[in-house]
Every structure is written in structure tokens, then in C-alpha cells.
């Protein structure tokens, strides 16, 4: 069973960047709904439904076919939003971002520099069509930036995501109505570079 992971802050933290109501109908029911079905589909299969969400996502392909959608949906979802709120905060002290930490290194090597990763990473936001998160992966080793679609994990593709970003409209559409570049935007004001960075760091 899983359950829904508290905010690490306060609903209206990180305004005005990502607004409150938006904030509040994006983790209570949005992110509660995902849970819901996945446990649901997964009632009686006791083997799947009390592994950690990492694992599952991993051995879709194990699932009764029956269910095999709605889990991938579903588990996805909880799993990539509980991610996702790791992944902001309202003080974000690693936003100034250290160039000799270990990651800084790493994406100046995979891409140029940290500026053209933001630039591939906006420029893949905006190119996702639909709903969809696009991510910093860590892929065999080597980091790229990739996109999924509807709630599909990386992890169920064998990367392992360190940053992602939720681009479906439901995460931006109060505040920034049609304007997925503006809400990109404002977003990367509130990433949590320190946990990406530590995320990056416990990597095996
Ligand atoms: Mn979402």
C-alpha cells in the first residue's frame, strides 16, 4: 500500500513561482489519486503492492496484463511526483549553483555547460507534446535529458532520474494558463539543487 509523503513546505512556499492553489490541488488530488488507483489495482497481489514504488516500476512487465496499464500510470504517478516535490523548495541553497560539486562537473561534461543543459532541458519542455515530465537522467553511467509520456518513469526504461520536471497542464494551468514556456521559466528559480545533487551523489 502506498501512502501520500507530507509537502516538505507549505502549500504556499513557493509562490510566487508555483502558486499555492495550484500547489494544493496538484498534491491532495492529484497526487492522492494516483495512489488511490494503485492500490486498487493492486488489492490482492500482495508480491507487487509491498514493494517500494522504485522497484515496482521496474517489473511492469511481471504484472498481470489486466493491470499492467493503470499500475504504470498510476505507481508512476506517485512515484514521479514524490520526486518532483523533493525537487523544489522555497530556498533553494544549492540555486547558486557550486561548478566543482560533483554534478556540476558532470553536466558541464555532458552538455557544454550548465547553460546549454537548461537550455536542452526548456527546449525539451516545450517540445513535449501532451502531457508528459522531462528529466535529467543518469542513463548507463551517462546524463542526458529525456522525455516521457503521461506518467511513464524513467525508471521503468532503466534510468535513473535525478531532476524532473511535471509538464502536464494540471502542474502550471491556474497560474500560467497556455504558457508552458513562462511556467519553465519560473520554475527553475525554485529547484532544489542541493537534493538533485545529493541524489546524484548516492547513485551507485
Ligand atoms: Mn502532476
Given at each position: 500500500?502506498?501512502?501520500?509523503p ?10 510566487p513561482?508555483?502558486d499555492?492553489?495550484?500547489m ?26 509491498q ?43 544549492g ?7 560533483d554534478?556540476g ?8 555547460s ?12 516545450l ?6 515530465w ?19 518513469s ?22 500560467y ?28
Open positions: 500500500m502506498f501512502t501520500l507530507e509537502l516538505p513546505y507549505a502549500y504556499n512556499a513557493l509562490e513561482f508555483i499555492e492553489t495550484t494544493k490541488i496538484h498534491h491532495d488530488k492529484h497526487h492522492a489519486a494516483y495512489i488511490k488507483n494503485a492500490n486498487d489495482a493492486l488489492t490482492g497481489l500482495d508480491a507487487f503492492s514493494m517500494p514504488v522504485e522497484t515496482l516500476l521496474t517489473k511492469l512487465e511481471d504484472l498481470p496484463e489486466n493491470i499492467r496499464t493503470k499500475v504504470k500510470n498510476n505507481a508512476g504517478g506517485h512515484f514521479n511526483h514524490s520526486l518532483f516535490w523533493m525537487m523544489m523548495s522555497p530556498n533553494p541553497k540555486a547558486l549553483r557550486q561548478a566543482q560539486d554534478l562537473i558532470a553536466i558541464n561534461k555532458a552538455f557544454g550548465f547553460e546549454k543543459f537548461q537550455e536542452l532541458f526548456t527546449v525539451s519542455t517540445s513535449r507534446f501532451g502531457s508528459g522531462v528529466w535529467l537522467v543518469l542513463n548507463k553511467g551517462a546524463l542526458e535529458v529525456v522525455d516521457t509520456p503521461n506518467q511513464d524513467p525508471l521503468s526504461e532503466g534510468k535513473t532520474p535525478i531532476l524532473g520536471l511535471d509538464v502536464w497542464e494540471h502542474a502550471y494551468y491556474l497560474k494558463q497556455n504558457m508552458r514556456a513562462e511556467y519553465v521559466k519560473a520554475w527553475w528559480n525554485v529547484v532544489n539543487w542541493k537534493e538533485v545533487s545529493d541524489r546524484y551523489g548516492r547513485i551507485d
